[in-house]
């Protein structure tokens, strides 16, 4: 249940997943939003050409939550976003490694140094209870960063997210090709499985820390489109 409250105007963010497709639109939407007066990047490479007087970037291990620890205090808000690109691809032993318990030691890491918000890049059918692997095991995480009790959580459930380019061969050549296709026939309870332009997810992941509110919430296409248009 999410509930109104007052949010400090000026918000310090660390960031995990900078460099993946949603989280470099999440960057840069957050870098023009003048209420973020600080911002960390934690992960396996630096990311070039960034305002260094407001962005700092730390190479880590991100397997490692020792390697970044101590640099988690001093921030309000954590994004994550975290995961595989093509999970079919490798094993699922690496899959639950990155997608699962890096993320949940990243959260706990950020909890215990006082973080209040946490927002998950997820997915759209995430059920603990799923027959599906990657669905059960994305259920599950959610369930585990529920227990930690953050005073605001913020899971983002997109369906197919459909980026400028074909990043990952055949199949998603064909998904970009059918998709604008299928978008009208998704209506009702079925809009939330409607094709998302990276863009305006990433956009949305960083306009919605602007939001005064507590407690959990589940955001889907809806959402991030409006978002991004009243933001616009």
Not at 21 to 50: D, P
Not at 148 to 163: A, C, E
Not at 216 to 232: A, G
């Amino acid at each position: 249940m999410e509930h109104s409250t007052n949010k400090p105007s000026n918000f310090s963010i660390v960031m995990m997943g900078a460099s993946g497709a949603v989280g470099g639109e999440a960057l840069k939407k957050l870098l023009n939003i003048s209420q973020v007066k600080q911002l960390t990047l934690l992960g396996r490479r630096e990311i070039s050409e960034l305002d260094k007087g407001l962005v700092k970037q730390h190479q880590i291990n991100i397997f490692e939550p020792d390697s970044y620890a101590n640099l988690l205090g001093n921030h309000d808000t954590a994004i994550c976003t975290l995961g595989v690109g093509q999970p079919s691809k490798i094993s699922k032993e690496k899959f639950l490694s990155i997608d699962k318990t890096a993320v949940l030691d990243f959260a706990k890491a950020c909890k215990k140094v006082g973080v209040s918000h946490f927002e998950l890049l997820s997915s759209v059918g995430i059920n603990s209870k799923s027959r599906s692997f990657f669905l059960r095991s994305k259920g599950e995480l959610v369930d585990e960063l529920i227990a930690l009790n953050f005073d605001r959580l913020s899971i983002f459930q997109p369906s197919m997210i459909l980026t400028p380019t074909n990043r990952y061969g055949f199949s998603q050549a064909m998904t970009l090709a059918i998709w604008p296709y299928i978008k009208p026939l998704l209506l009702g309870s079925w809009r939330q499985y409607r094709g998302v332009k990276v863009a305006t997810l990433g956009q949305s992941m960083a306009l919605n820390i602007l939001a005064k509110k507590k407690g959990i919430e589940y955001l889907k296409w809806d959402d991030f489109e409006k978002l991004v248009k009243n933001k616009s």
